[in-house]
């Protein structure tokens, strides 16, 4: 045998006397080139995995709906909306197995709140998986709102996942379902970026899938065309066949420049109840009326067959929300066909005594800012101004929210920049804002002077984070009691203010300090998890050396 050296002295290549260089190597050497190649490829995974990624599967819901855990997907058999829900309860957490008997039943369809019955056959998916890069904590500080990975300070074998929002000697105050940043006792609330508070919104209601037997037996759609009146359905507001004509079966709203002064189409907030699908099923009369929106999260509306691990076994005990929420984001495309003289289209989002409106001028692209302070005889006053791509006859996609105390715009999905003027401070601002009965058709579309069509009406709602406390906190079932009573009030607005103001500063409201080397913990899905607020007091933080790495490829 010959032994030849390469250029790299460290490396020998052995060859068969008289082989040609092109024949395949033997079996054996085949195979020791095969388990080598196997074991470096092993060896580069144990790198990866130590020094700079790691791939997870989320076991639980605390992340939804952002991140799925463990679930069940239906089709709603009334209005056709997609469903999603948890099943990570049939799982016992500690073997991996499921428990005997215990499985998903029902869920309630989260857009028109219908009973679906067909979830205990439906398969269940595993959780999302995730790549957690290691490498940005490594040779960096982590960034508020990141979604990141850590070892739980209570059981440090485990892996939690959870959203940031506190760093290190920071004072964060979890209030009215949003988050401020206390310093010299002053608050200042903390804005996502906006790119950031699109990928978070929940669903409320998706216009393109209405509950059509329920429709044809009386219930109103959610959308009308109305006219302000002294007495009206809701806050007001009387529907109208004048202005705005809907198409019920494209479920599209079109109005004509013809039409003359400004018209208003309106949501009103009817989502129906456990009881009234049953009455609907019974054939008996129907009482629809309009509610705040709460934090309902559609992954948490399921039922299961066994009390032991289920919260709810019935449809009547599940949590359709508690709090009012006024971060709204309105969502929907524009097709203008004409224009006349000064064309305009006006978007409104109430928080409370303030009405937010986006005035577009749909000749120019022209947009303003406006407040209207319903309080003092509805004073108009100018918050900012930009310009749109909304000029003349086209197509338009467009997102208006007031998140985070901002208002954002988006056109064609091109957040518009009004600067700060678009930042916020609401009525009532020594606490929050309470509901009106303009809360109960908290969004609307006007027109004027211009032929247009708006579809894909769709409706969203920011992350209300509760002011939840810990079992062991003689707090927890006061706590318990408040939501119940507030969720039963919520289709009068002012009892509901009058409720929530009684016990508001006690029961939403939570303060906690981190200290030098910790950062705070929540989940998106607020109702269902185990963070920062349910840890021990003396270890609300998620110390710095605890952390893993930041989630991404989600």
Request: proline letters at 8%.
């Given at each position: 045998m010959m032994v030849a050296t390469t250029q790299d002295d460290s490396k020998q290549v052995e060859q068969a006397e008289g082989a040609k260089p092109s024949e395949k190597p033997k079996d054996k050497e085949s195979t020791r080139d095969t388990i080598e190649s196997i074991l470096f490829a092993f060896v580069l995974a144990f790198m990866f995995r130590t020094f700079e990624a790691e791939a997870f599967v989320i076991p639980t819901g605390s992340m939804a709906p952002t991140l799925y855990g463990r679930h069940k997907e239906a089709t709603c058999t009334e209005c056709g909306n997609p469903i999603v829900v948890g099943a990570s309860d049939e799982v016992n957490p500690e073997t991996g197995y499921l428990f005997p008997d215990a499985r998903v039943?029902?869920?309630?369809?989260?857009?028109?709140?219908?009973?679906?019955?067909?979830?205990?056959?439906?398969?269940?998916?595993?959780?999302?998986?995730?790549?957690?890069?290691?490498?940005?904590?490594?040779?960096?500080?982590?960034?508020?709102?990141?979604?990141?990975?850590?070892?739980?300070?209570?059981?440090?074998?485990t892996n939690y996942i959870k959203r940031l929002v506190g760093l290190p000697n920071e004072t964060i105050r979890i209030k009215g379902g949003?988050?401020?940043?206390?310093?010299?006792?002053?608050?200042?609330?903390?804005?996502?970026?906006?790119?950031?508070?699109?990928?978070?919104?929940?669903?409320?209601?998706?216009?393109?899938?209405?509950?059509?037997?329920?429709?044809?037996?009386?219930?109103?759609?959610?959308?009308?065309?109305?006219?302000?009146g002294d007495i009206g359905r809701v806050a007001g507001w009387n529907e109208t066949d004048d202005g705005w004509q809907a198409d019920f079966d494209t479920r599209t709203y079109t109005i004509s420049k013809d039409a003359g002064k400004e018209s208003w189409l309106r949501y009103r907030h009817f989502f129906p109840t456990v009881n009234d699908w049953r009455n609907l099923k019974e054939g008996k009369p129907l009482d629809p009326r309009a509610r705040l929106i709460a934090d309902l999260c559609s992954y948490n509306i399921y039922t299961g067959s066994d009390v032991r691990h289920f919260e709810a076994v019935s449809p009547s005990g599940i949590d359709l929300g508690t709090y009012w929420v006024a971060d709204l984001t309105l969502n929907f495309d524009l097709q203008v066909s004409e224009v006349g003289s000064k064309p305009e289209v006006l978007l409104e989002l109430v928080e409370g005594p303030s009405w937010y409106r986006c005035r577009i001028n749909v000749e120019t692209g022209a947009a303003v800012l406006e407040e209207v302070n319903s309080q003092m005889n509805e004073r108009v006053r100018e918050l900012a101004t930009a310009s749109t791509p909304i000029q003349g006859a086209g197509s338009y996609s467009v997102s208006f929210a007031n998140v985070d105390d901002r208002l954002c715009?988006?056109?064609?999905?091109?957040?518009?920049?009004?600067?700060?003027?678009?930042?916020?401070?609401?009525?009532?601002?020594?606490?929050?804002?309470?509901?009106?009965?303009?809360?109960?058709t908290?969004?609307?579309?006007?027109?004027?002077?211009?032929?247009?069509?708006?579809?894909?009406?769709?409706?969203?709602?920011?992350?209300?984070?509760?002011?939840?406390?810990?079992?062991?906190?003689?707090?927890?079932?006061l706590n318990k009691g408040f939501q119940r009573d507030l969720e039963r009030l919520l289709i009068d607005p002012n009892a509901w203010a009058d409720a929530y103001l009684q016990k508001a500063s006690e029961l939403d409201l939570r303060t906690i300090e981190?200290?030098?080397?910790?950062?705070?913990?929540?989940?998106?899905?607020?109702?269902?998890?185990?963070?920062?607020?349910?840890?021990?007091?003396?270890?609300?933080?998620?110390?710095?050396?605890?952390?893993?790495?930041?989630?991404?490829?989600?």
């Open positions: 039943t029902s869920a309630l369809c989260p857009n028109c709140g219908a009973n679906n019955e067909q979830l205990y056959d439906a398969l269940a998916f595993n959780g999302d998986r995730i790549i957690v890069n290691k490498y940005p904590y490594e040779f960096g500080d982590p960034e508020r709102f990141d979604v990141f990975v850590f070892k739980f300070p209570e059981e440090p074998k949003n988050l401020y940043l206390v310093e010299d006792g002053a608050e200042q609330v903390l804005r996502k970026p906006p790119e950031k508070q699109r990928l978070i919104q929940i669903p409320v209601h998706d216009d393109d899938h209405a509950p059509r037997e329920l429709l044809a037996a009386g219930w109103p759609e959610r959308w009308a065309g109305v006219k302000r715009l988006w056109v064609n999905n091109r957040l518009i920049d009004f600067g700060d003027g678009a930042l916020i401070q609401p009525l009532g601002a020594v606490g929050n804002p309470f509901p009106t009965e303009m809360d109960l908290p969004l609307g579309i006007a027109a004027s002077n211009v032929s247009a069509t708006v579809s894909h009406l769709k409706i969203e709602r920011d992350i209300y984070y509760r002011a939840d406390f810990p079992q062991s906190d003689l707090k927890f079932q981190i200290g030098p080397d910790g950062y705070l913990a929540l989940g998106d899905n607020s109702p269902r998890s185990r963070d920062s607020r349910l840890w021990r007091e003396d270890q609300q933080a998620v110390p710095r050396e605890f952390l893993v790495g930041q989630a991404f490829w989600i």
